[in-house]
């Protein structure tokens, strides 16, 4: 009953709440994005969700515009504490979380959920392998199981396994518990990044290598 219709009552009701929360953060935001480099305010990302449907994710704009795309080996996006493509606004957002809050016009879209799997780039599905396909099995989410116990402390394979693992257990109990240690780990700052500062300047390095 939970995972098949009161879900989603959820994520509507609560998102309905939180939108002038949202307004009041839109506002402060996006003026101070626009008036460090006059870029855009949101950046769309295309990402899969539920049932390998692709979409349009939204956040605030965190890196300069046309930032290149940097990856690690195992797919997952490089995450450094010293990053010359995030903007000074930007890494405060990301740093509080706040730039994930536009995602919740992905919810009242039907997109994603409050909770649910992290969702990963349309271009990654055919690396997913036959165990971690359930993860598609759910809405994605604003926050989930391995952004909240895990944020990047872990490999992408794990990432995978463990959202697959959620979406076959769905409960309101551990949505709960998902919730609730969000809010810690956000707190806290736990596991903001997957790469360290080193390994940054010598992307930087590589970088400005090929100008």
């Keep these: 009953m939970y995972r098949l219709c ?110 649910g799997p992290r969702p990963g780039l349309d271009s990654n599905l055919g690396s997913y392998r036959e165990d971690e396909l359930d993860k598609l099995k759910v809405r994605p989410g604003i926050t989930g199981f391995t952004q909240a116990y895990y944020r990047n402390g872990i490999s992408n394979r794990e990432k995978r396994i463990k959202d697959a693992w959620y979406a076959n257990n769905v409960s309101l109990w551990l949505d709960l518990k998902i919730f609730f240690k969000t809010i810690s780990t956000v707190a806290k700052r736990e596991k903001l990044y997957n790469n360290d500062s080193n390994e940054a300047k010598n992307v930087e390095g590589r970088e400005n290598a090929n100008v």
Excluded at 32 to 39: A, S, Y
Excluded at 71 to 80: C, L, P
């Design 6 to 115: 009161l879900k989603r009552i959820f994520d509507m009701f609560f998102t309905l709440l939180a939108l002038p929360l949202f307004i009041a953060i839109f506002v402060p935001v996006a003026l101070l994005i626009k008036f460090e480099d006059g870029g855009p305010i949101f950046y769309c990302g295309k990402r899969v969700g539920k049932d390998k449907k692709n979409y349009k994710m939204y956040k605030f704009r965190s890196m300069k515009v046309d930032s290149p795309d940097i990856r690690n080996e195992d797919g997952s996006t490089f995450n450094s504490n010293v990053d010359h493509r995030v903007t000074n606004i930007g890494k405060i957002l990301r740093e509080t979380s706040l730039d994930e809050t536009p995602q919740l016009l992905n919810v009242l879209k039907g997109d994603m959920s409050l909770i």
